[in-house]
């Protein structure tokens, strides 16, 4: 089983990425992408993504903002599988002028 990291761990991992926030339960990011179509584009990027690790995120679509909080359900906390989907989600974000 892949194992949870430390505070520590988890602020180094956050200050590796953009904008990302959150602790040892759980990291989230918003990301406002140019219009809704756009947003239900970065969402099905995502999906493809997290299908691909076998990772999901949790997705809230609010109009052009979506909301991902992501944690590993099976170790109860945040993993280096978190911040290797975090970095997912920026690059489809970018990809999509989701900022
Ligand atoms: C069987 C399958 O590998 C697991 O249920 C996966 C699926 N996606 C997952 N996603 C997340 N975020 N955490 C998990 O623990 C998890 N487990």
């Known amino acids: 089983m892949v194992a949870l990291l430390s505070e520590d761990d988890v602020t180094a991992g956050l200050a590796d990425l953009n ?16 219009d809704f179509p756009t947003a239900i584009r970065l969402v099905d990027a995502v999906a493809v993504a997290a299908e691909e690790m076998d990772h999901h995120p949790d997705m809230d679509i609010r109009w052009r903002t979506v909301h ?23 690059e489809a974000a970018a990809g999509l002028g989701a900022a």
């Not at 904008?19 to 140019?34: L, M």
């Open 68 to 90: 991902f909080t992501i944690s590993t359900h099976s170790a109860g906390g945040v993993t280096e599988l978190d911040l290797a989907l975090a970095r997912k989600i920026d």
């Open 19 to 34: 904008g990302w926030t959150g602790d040892t339960a759980e990291i989230r990011r918003s990301y406002a992408a140019p």
